[in-house]
């Protein structure tokens, strides 16, 4: 029986020393401040994304002015570099441009040229008239200056073309 006895090994346990799954359970219980903030940064990234590219369908008179006023200073620069007469014309239903060759005026539809017709709720006052026509000649130079107010809702932005073919937003 003593032989017995020998073989058996008595497993002894200390409190000093850890099992390796409490020691793994020790080091996963949360995340890590780096961790953390890697995260916050790619929310903070993927917002500023959405945010910068998601544009609103209501655009406003300002947006509506800006857009009028660089088309007119486009076609400005394009007649200069055609050496061609370019016109606009503004009606109560949007604006159209113009060029003239071989006597007749023909309307552009290239971009950014083509016909544009207001946005739903957004009207043009020209000076009490009903509708507005300005011929650039080859040099640049308007045939007439102009005060265009571009009226949403409550808001009205002017746009003006002074006689040296400046096309500025009023601030």
């Not at 409490?22 to 990234?45: C, D, P």
């Not at 003239?100 to 971009?111: A, I, S, T």
């Not at 017709?117 to 008239?129: E, L, Q, V, Y």
């Amino acid at each position: 029986m003593v032989r017995l006895a020998a073989r058996m090994k008595m497993r002894i346990f200390t409190a000093n020393k850890p099992t390796s799954t409490s020691n793994f359970a020790l080091r996963e219980r949360g995340f890590t401040l780096v961790e953390l903030m890697v995260v916050l940064f790619i929310i903070g990234v993927a917002s500023a994304a959405v945010v910068m590219t998601a544009r609103s369908t209501d655009r406003d008179a300002r947006d509506e002015a800006e857009q009028l006023a660089a088309r007119l200073a486009a076609l400005r620069d394009q007649s200069i570099l055609q050496s061609t007469p370019m016109a606009f014309a503004i009606r109560p239903s949007g604006y159209s441009f113009e060029v003239r060759g071989d006597g007749v005026w023909r309307p552009l539809q290239e971009k950014p040229f083509a016909s544009q017709k207001w946005t739903r709720g957004t009207s043009a006052s020209i000076g009490g008239a009903r509708q507005l026509r300005v011929a650039f000649d080859s040099t640049g130079l308007p045939s007439s200056s102009a005060a265009i107010g571009v009226k949403r809702g409550d808001r009205v932005v002017t746009v003006n073309l002074s006689a040296t073919g400046d096309v500025r937003v009023a601030r």
